[in-house]
């Protein structure tokens, strides 16, 4: 954005206190913000003529760099966890990988589930696709399939996406909790007041 002297087109379309004052000369809306110790900036450069306002610029970008912090705040990065597995697994070693995944997906990260090949276990891809199948299905209700199960190099693996349905079950659930605690809270001192 221009400010103040970096504006130097001849005339302006000016707003002021969201009142709009019309086309003025450049150096009389430059004139006007001085007087009230304000900038002139140019806030849509590409309007004919270019739209300026008399702001304090300062305040301005400290609004605008907190309401941009709030919005990141707000908002979780997604990251990419990995499980991985070998073709000779035991169900028990299965089961501890399949809970591993399902806190994953509950803290609402992507997870990648790998099935690792040696030597000529990559012979029978079909053994590994049964596993990472009834793995997904052990997580059909947290978990989405994002990317379905393919061979890349030594290992084949899927991508599971946590499921928008569990994420709004979980927030119900977590309401459901807060309400819970306020009445809990609230009855003994109703109990109290009677």
Known sequence: ??????IRVPQV????DEEQLGVVPTLDALRMAEAANLDLVEIAPTASPPVCKIMDYGKFKYEQS????????GSKQVELREVRMRVKIDTHDRDFKIRTARKLLAEGDKVRVSVMFRAREITHPEVAQELLTGFYDQLKDIADLERSPMIEGRFMSMTLD????AAAATQVKARE???AAATAATAPAAAAAE
């Open 1 to 6: 954005m221009r400010i103040n002297e970096q």
């Open 13 to 16: 379309r000016l707003i002021k």
């Open 66 to 73: 907190k309401r941009e912090r709030d919005s990141r705040r």
């Open 162 to 165: 946590p499921s928008k349905k």
């Open 177 to 179: 909790a807060s309400r």
